[in-house]
């Protein structure tokens, strides 16, 4: 694994490189400077980055026991934006929602939740994450 420490939009347009995984590991978009990497240019940009079966990670603030209809529907608008991108998108709930966007269908259902189901048992996600529940975005 390599980390690339610079501006991601820059290093995306700039690079010939492909990835399997992209993580966007900022924090919530509360400012123009954030909200750049939560929109479906972005997206279009780190799906042209990924190999055939990549996927971009990324994550957001929620909560555990309550969604209010504003969070729900900032939320429901990250779904639906990389939805718009990705054919395979997967939400896994808790105070943080983790989404993930697979470049082709079969790569975030299978692998992707295979690992996390693993992981619950070695108390790597929070317990709320390995709860079977159906968690879905109108």
Not at 25 to 32: I, K, M, S, V
Request: glycine share 10%; with cysteine.
């Amino acid at each position: 694994m390599r980390v690339h420490v610079t501006d991601g939009r820059l290093f995306l347009k700039t690079t010939a490189s492909t990835f399997d995984v992209i993580i966007v590991n900022l924090p919530d978009p509360q400012t123009a400077q954030l909200n750049r990497f939560y929109t479906l240019e972005f997206f279009q940009e780190a799906a042209r980055k990924l190999t055939g079966s990549g996927v971009l990670a990324l994550r957001l603030t929620a909560a555990e026991d309550y969604i209010s209809p504003e969070l729900a529907a900032f939320l429901g608008s990250i779904h639906k934006t990389l939805h718009a991108v990705f054919p395979e998108v997967t939400a896994i709930p808790g105070e943080t929602v983790h989404f993930f966007g697979a470049r082709r269908t079969g790569v975030s259902g299978g692998r992707l939740r295979g690992a996390v189901w693993r992981g619950c048992g070695r108390g790597t996600w929070q317990p709320a994450t390995c709860a079977s529940t159906t968690f879905r975005f109108a």
